[in-house]
């Protein structure tokens, strides 16, 4: 009887590891290559529309700083990439509809509140994933500092946010995702996005809500913009 209280001591343990820490680093290692795989089919799929030059000159690529607006996506269809950049070069976790376990967070990484706005949508870009385990996108949210980049890129382009605040809040407290976080009945007239976490660590007593506010949207035409690469001061 010992011996199997202690092999099954043992499995636990090494159940509780792989969990924590080893299948964390390959879960994350995985959802970052597959966001850098769509970034670079999205870019190879590309095709520039050229519009004609009215002063005579070769056509050139329009650009605009006008936001394209995407349709909601359906349950586990993957439509974006986040990519932090104090969050390192190598983070780019997709985006996929829907904010269960099963069908997005275990699976692809960062999931979106059905209903809740689309990147570049006057409202609340709302959005939910794992501080721990399945790669747990959002680990170092509380890392975050004002005016960090928080961009989301698309088969469009990209769409810049830049951090405002932490806020920690019950688990239903719904109105952090209403058009106007926490304000009850206020018409949206601003372009926020809310990132949501469980807290504290290994635990789901609270949770913790980031929020940020829209800066710009960089078409594909015009390439990657700054916000990107730029260094985490």
Sequence with gaps: MGEILITAGVVTLLYVGWQLWIGDMIYGAERNATGHELSQTWAEQYVPQLTP????????????ADPVILTQPADGETFGIM????????????????????????????????????PGEVGNFALAAHRTTYGKPFNRIADLRVNDAIVIETRDGWYTYRFRTLEYVTPNAVEVLLPVPQELDAP????????????PMYAMSERIVAYGVFESFTPRSAGAPQSVSEAAA
């Design 53 to 64: 030059d009215t002063d005579g000159d070769a056509p050139g690529d329009p650009v605009t």
């Design 83 to 118: 990519r932090i950049p104090r969050f390192g070069a190598d983070y780019a976790v997709p985006i996929a509809g829907g904010i269960t376990r099963s069908g997005t967070l275990d699976n692809i990484g960062i999931g979106h509140y059905p209903g809740s706005k689309m």
């Design 188 to 199: 949206a007239g601003t372009r926020y996005i809310t990132m949501t976490s469980c807290s």
